[in-house]
């Protein structure tokens, strides 16, 4: 198990790291954090190194928090990153949603150095990140796990070790591709339901009630039917780049994909029309203009 003098870095203050950071510094530990854009530490609260190859070599245990894959490759393998400024023993936790083929590979680059590589996928957004709930589906060494876990639970409330290295991020490009179904899928809906008259709020409670219910018609679409599409979390264009990841994923394993379609489609339609950098909630409003111009707010 980690002590507490365990010497903690983080590398990606946005969306969630810097929700994440807040919650390890709330925990009291001390935490230096890196960002490509400079005034994130401040705004987060953690002392800010001023590169990569600083953080990594005061820390004992470090995080990520990065877009996609070539960001999280390009973190380690560049010149000042990880893999040539790490040290024998440390830990490497990966909470970014990235291709297991690439966490795969490295982890091994990592382990020539004697360094433990966990991949670390994280689900329940901004809202579960700030309130410390979130899931963690990891994959690499247990104890390695066990050793970033006291970390970790500053910030989730249920912590998976799924298997070997790129378990972690398999199963999260699983979990996000239902993520990305219901949401678009629910978008459709709701759009339908304002178009034929329906109160929505109620509409809803039949939903949540009956064997249409999904994440996103109980946590999402209540507050987005009152002008609240919960700003901060995941983009548009991220869960595109999500859906991707599991269809390469899919191929990769000989699995079918036959319902992959239609979210990438809305999701590209979404991004199309301006709202790939929103939350993907924003999605709605992108069927919402195909449709004549229908938003589900009342009055709007």
Known sequence: MASASQRIGIVGLGNMGGRISRRIVEAGHDLVGYDSDGTRADATGVRAAASVAELVHETDLVLFSLPDSHVVETVVLGEDGVLANAHEGQVVVDLSTASPASTRELHARLAEKSVEYVDGGISGGAAAAEQGTLTIMAGGSPDALDRARPVLETFSSRIHHLGASGSGHTAKLLNNFLNGVSLAATAE??????????????????????????????????????????????????????LLLYVDLARDLGAPTLNAAGPIATFGLAAGLGYGELISNRVVDALGDVAGGVRLQEGA
């Open 189 to 242: 809906v709701m759009v339908a339901a304002r178009l034929a008259g329906l109160d929505l709020q109620q509409f809803l409670d039949v939903v949540n009630h009956s064997s249409g219910v999904n994440f996103a018609s109980l946590n999402r679409f209540p507050r987005i039917v009152d002008g609240d599409y919960l700003e901060g979390g995941l983009t548009g264009n991220l869960m595109q780049k999500d």
